[in-house]
Structure formats: C-alpha cells, structure tokens
C-alpha cells in the first residue's frame, strides 16, 4: 500500500476533528507530564494535546512518512511537541506515561483483546487511555466497497485487504479493560455530517477506508472499481434539497483509566 495522503484525508478537517476535540474533552488528567498521540496522521490534534498540556512532553507517533512529514512541516509548532515514526503493533515506550491518546487509528490495528490492555499497561497507575475508532462498517459507506468488489469481479483480488468488521461492539472493549482499569467510560456517537461537492461520500473514504482498496489495483481496475462503488454511494447517499450530501458517521469513544 502506497502512503497515506496529508491532503486527500483533511480534505474534510473540521467533521474528522470533532470527534477527537468530544474525546479529549473526557480525558481528566490536568497535569500529565508525558503525552502521546497515537496515529497522530498530519499532526494537528497532537499540536491541540500540546496546547492543553503545555507542561508536558507530548509526542505524535505515525508509521506514514507523508504525514510525518506534514505534521513536521507545520508553522509554530508548541515547544513540547515533537513527531516519530512507530508501528504501533509494536511500540512500547520507555518508561509508563499519563496519557495515551488515538483518534480515528487503531481501527488499522488487529488482535485487538491483546493491543488494549498492553496499551494500558503502558500507563503509570491513575494515567488515561483515551480512544476513538470509527465503527460505521455496517453502514453503505463502508458495504459498498465489498458490493462494488462483487458486482464488478473483483472480490477476490480484494478480499486480502478489506477488513469488514475492524472494531468489535462496545461490550468487548469493556470485558477485555474493565479486569486491568480502575474506571472504564464507554460511548457511541453519530455524526450527522453535511458534505459538500459531488459525491462527497467518496472524497471522504478514500481518505480513509477507501484507500487501501485502491492502491491494491491497478490503474484501469482502480478506474472500474471506483466507478461502481461511486454509482452505489450516490445511490445510498442522495444529494439534499440544500445541495449537500448527509453521511450519518458512527463513532466509537473509549477512556479508561488505569
């Protein structure tokens, strides 16, 4: 899979934001010392975690090197703040630390019954791990990428790639935190969210789930795929009277405190 596109995935910044400023807002550490962002992408939430936290050492962690490098690139950056490339499936640090953040990343990551609670372990005792993961994968947003695979033969050269249900129900982030965390606060949330432009549905995925889909093809099947898979969001997700297109988006948050 090529790299992730900066551009492609702020396309839609402000509704991919809310999300991660409704979970920061839950996190009750007032004075932590270490901060991390993980999968920090394009690097401005971290810059946010930075400026609340103004006195802590707080550090974006991304396995892509596009955007790293735009997080890197941005004018006035907080002191505090600074960027390293880490694959999270592996990634320890190296002592425990107060806040472990992620909006909108571990959803990429698998075995997710060992991944939380070695994540909380890496906490320091009354420390927080705070977590956001789009779980809209039943919805025609994300359906319609195995539909159009079928209905345009492609579905077995895809198949490796697609992940149908990457995020469990919220009970089993509860029964795999609640034994190792002193509190657990678990929520879902739908976001109404008016797009704007022709089809917009797709400009969003493709900044997102899309895009691995994609990049496994090439150029003349990516064309075809596309072409079907835009002709089932337009279907599933018709403009409104006002010109813009409703993506209702569900979103799971998760703070746990060891």
């Given amino acids: 899979m090529s790299d992730w596109s900066p551009t492609q ?12 400023l409704d979970l920061l807002a839950q996190i009750p550490a007032e004075a932590p010392q270490s901060v991390y962002d ?12 930075a400026e609340r936290w103004a006195a802590a050492s707080v550090k ?8 790293l490098a735009k997080a890197r690139a941005e004018r006035d950056l907080p002191t ?14 190296a002592s425990q630390v107060d806040v472990l953040y992620s909006n909108a990343a571990l959803q990429w990551l ?14 320091r005792p009354g420390g927080t791990l705070a977590v956001q993961m789009p779980r809209n994968h039943a919805a025609p947003s ?11 033969g492609l579905l077995e050269e895809l198949r490796p790639v697609m992940r149908l249900h990457p995020v469990a129900e919220p009970a089993f982030y509860y029964d795999v935190l609640a034994p ?17 432009g022709d089809n917009p549905v797709v400009e969003w995925t493709k900044g997102s789930a899309l895009r691995p889909l994609l990049d496994a093809l090439d150029e003349r099947k990516r064309a075809i795929y596309q072409a079907e898979y835009s002709r089932l969001t337009a279907a599933a997700y018709p403009r409104r009277t006002d010109g813009r297109t409703l993506l209702p988006f569900r979103r799971l948050f998760i703070v746990a405190t060891r």
């Fill in 80 to 93: 505090n703040v600074s960027f390293e490339t880490a694959d999270l499936h592996t990634w320890s640090p």
């Fill in 180 to 196: 190792l965390a002193a509190k657990v606060d678990i929520w879902e949330t739908t976001y109404v969210q008016p797009l704007e």
């Fill in 142 to 152: 994300h359906t319609s990428m195995l539909e159009a695979a079928s209905n345009v």
């Fill in 38 to 49: 993980l999968g920090c992408g394009p690097g401005n939430v971290t810059r946010i975690l």
């Fill in 60 to 67: 974006g962690l991304d396995s892509s090197a596009e955007m």
């Fill in 110 to 123: 698998t075995q997710h019954e060992v991944l939380f609670p070695r994540l909380l372990n890496h906490l």
């Fill in 9 to 20: 995935y702020l396309r839609y910044a402000g509704h991919r934001l809310r999300p991660a």
